[in-house]
């Protein structure tokens, strides 16, 4: 819980991930032999090895928002950074890198809160006093603490921290034998492209992207296969990928065999690093193991911890092999 809350907890909105990379840096130091980043900032860990070169990639950036215009009395007009829900972003607390809170109010009541409708609100009387400690161009990320429920937990960014604990656990007990490159990739919410930069660079054999998933398990949810404890998510498609079929069918083979729980994802709506990943250089045969949640986007991301470890121990199991 103590590595979850300083990967949950510690902000990385896209194009802003310093902070975030040096706690990953540090976690997972002793578990590889060198740790590097590249020019746009995905941070690579490689754990030697003589067998087939894989890759497995986590983003470490998170959805907020970027301050685009600051009126007369002091309140900051905002873009998007990553997809947000407009409708579920009134009262939403917000906080800037230099630990500047604010809270979004929106000009309209009762209606249906465009962008260009909401402000945030940091208590500043007034332009001057607003500009002494936010600028145009800063990013905040969402406030959401986390907590323990049982086995699962809510917290704001287990998209995508929850891959990045569970690349860092996987890189801790994994058996050397493949050539393996662990990735945490920058800026996978404004388009995966991260992702592209480390699979140019790195060309791998094979590829896998550890992400979250959305569910069908919710009162009148949207009817999908996959739901929280029921074991990893072996990825079929989502809309930036159609997995390697050699690839999926590996993953599904492993986890009968190892009898990790597992399920079927088919998810209709958004993409993952996968999809970049796969369209690397001539292509790269790519899959993804993705992990159950809840809410997606939000400041109360839900996963389960049994879902997370399995992901783990798949993604062991894939690396291994
Ligand atoms: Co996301
Ligand atoms: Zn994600």
Redesign the pocket.
């Known amino acids: 819980m103590e590595l979850l809350e300083q990967l949950t907890q510690t902000d990385g909105v896209s194009g802003r991930e310093k902070h975030i990379c040096g706690v990953i840096s540090n976690e997972i130091l002793p578990y590889v032999d060198e740790v590097y980043t590249d020019a746009l900032g995905n941070l690579i860990a490689h754990k030697k090895g003589t067998g087939k070169k894989i890759l497995f990639a986590a983003h470490m950036d998170e959805?907020g928002v970027i301050v685009t215009f600051i009126d007369d009395n002091g309140f900051l007009r905002f873009s998007n950074v990553?997809?947000l829900y407009r409708e579920h972003l009134l009262y939403r607390k917000v906080r800037f890198e230099n630990g500047v809170i604010g809270v979004i109010g929106s000009e309209e009541h009762n209606k249906e809160h465009k962008l260009s409708k909401l402000y945030i609100d940091i208590g500043a009387n007034s332009r001057e006093e607003a500009e002494q400690t936010v600028s145009i161009g800063d990013t905040a990320a969402f406030i959401g603490d986390l907590r323990q429920i049982n086995n699962k937990v809510i917290s704001k960014a287990l998209?995508?921290r929850i891959g990045c604990y569970a690349l860092i656990q996987a890189a801790r007990e994994v058996q050397r034998k493949n050539d393996l490159y662990f990735c945490f990739t920058v800026q996978?919410?404004v388009g995966l492209r991260g992702a592209k930069t480390v699979a140019h660079d790195i060309e791998p054999d094979f590829a896998v992207a550890v992400?979250?998933t959305d569910t069908g398990d919710t009162p009148k949810a949207p009817e999908m296969a996959v739901g929280l404890g029921k074991g990893a998510a072996v990825k079929v498609m989502d809309r930036s990928v159609l997995c390697d079929v050699q690839v999926r069918t590996a993953l599904v083979a492993l986890a009968k065999k190892q009898g990790i729980p597992y399920q079927l994802e088919v998810m209709t709506d958004?993409g993952t690093d996968a999809g970049a990943l796969s369209l690397t250089r001539s292509g790269i045969k790519t899959g993804g193991i993705s992990i159950p949640c809840r809410y997606?986007?939000s400041p109360a991301e839900m996963v389960d911890l049994e879902d997370v470890h399995h992901a783990v121990q798949l993604i062991r199991a894939f690396a291994a092999q």
Request: glycine share 24%.
């Open positions: 959805i990553g997809g998209d995508d996978e919410e992400d979250v958004g997606v986007h």
